[in-house]
Nanobody
């Protein structure tokens, strides 16, 4: 499974960004993760093959994960950006479809096998 992120940028607080990720297979769950300076990698948002989603509480209501199955594209719409969301953002794939899942499992980096190289988001 190949994952290629794009859309990262340096923006002012309050602005919006949309990250994109091109993925090479539909038979997977997908997630967005981020890693800020000096921090561990944390789960941001998750979407399963059927379109069910889960979010970290810190981004809920400001970030939206979606996907275009026809074009194998994953998105993360980020609104009302704050400086604390500055991080490298990664697209990740579990490599398999889950019939059931928990919120913890969905945002746990150890649940994911495939990772993109990341795209930098800087908010000032």
């Amino acid at each position: 499974v190949q994952l290629v992120e794009s859309g990262g940028d340096s923006v002012q607080a309050g602005r919006s960004l949309r990250l994109s990720c091109a993925y090479s297979t539909k038979r997977t769950c997908l997630g967005w993760f981020r890693q800020g300076p000096g921090k561990g990698r944390e789960g941001v948002a998750f979407i399963d093959r059927g379109g069910a989603t889960n979010y970290a509480w810190s981004v809920k209501d400001r970030f939206t994960i979606s996907k275009d199955n026809a074009n194998n594209a994953l998105y993360l719409q980020m609104n009302s950006l704050k400086p604390e969301v500055t991080a490298m953002y990664y697209c990740a794939a579990t490599g398999m479809q889950w019939d059931t899942w928990t919120a913890i499992q969905a945002l746990d980096k150890d649940s994911y096998i495939y990772w993109g190289e990341g795209t930098q988001v800087t908010v000032s």
